[in-house]
């Protein structure tokens, strides 16, 4: 199950879908529609449509077929009755497999659909960052431009600012020292 937040709506949904006519659909699909009609009516019937042979054995699958919540736990018993040992445990673990099969396609899905919206929004701003980098490149061009300058010019008054901020900062400390003489 892919909600964690299980309750007994939850299990009993899920034991729902497993009994549905589309998950027994795929059971007889996948053992054989002959192979469970010879077990039902001692011969395959094809005198009758497709559809309506799926119909009759998946109305006959569900009538031998119990599934239920085992105890207060949140596990789900699938129990398969009637028949040789062999159809038995093909058509029970056949159900378990079609389940987890149904679950894991559900959750690829998601991670997939989850992967393409992050792959938008990463490509989104990805573009965004490019206009950004663009914007801010034109803007230095403009200013250097504007105030007369270049690249080197505007490193050296850059250099040129560090040194009297330094140098500020020395007679500052300098005179505090003084006054912390007086």
């Known amino acids: 199950v892919s909600n964690l937040n299980l309750s007994e709506p939850v299990i009993l949904g899920e034991i729902s879908l ?8 795929a059971v007889v699909q996948a ?4 192979r469970l009609e010879t077990h039902y009516y001692d011969a395959p019937r094809p005198e009758r449509s497709a559809e309506e042979r799926v119909v009759a054995v998946t109305n006959k699958i569900r009538k031998d077929l119990k599934v239920t919540r085992a105890g207060d ?3 789900i018993a699938i129990t398969f009755s009637g028949g040789e040992p062999g159809l038995v445990m093909d058509v029970t673990n056949t159900i378990a497999q079609t389940y987890i099969d149904a679950q894991l396609d559900g ?3 998601s991670a997939r659909e989850a992967t393409l919206r992050i792959q938008d929004e990463v490509d989104e701003l990805a573009v965004q960052v490019e206009a950004a980098e663009a914007a801010v490149a034109a803007f230095r061009a403009e200013r250097l431009e504007r105030d007369g300058g270049s690249i080197e010019a505007a490193g050296q ?17 300098a005179a505090e020292a003084r006054y912390d003489q007086l």
């Open 18 to 25: 497993i009994r549905s006519n589309l998950m027994l659909g």
């Open 31 to 34: 053992i054989g529609l002959d």
């Open 73 to 75: 736990s949140f596990v």
């Open 107 to 109: 959750r690829r899905a």
């Open 157 to 173: 008054q850059l250099a040129n600012l560090s040194a009297q901020l330094i140098a500020a900062r020395s007679e500052r400390v």
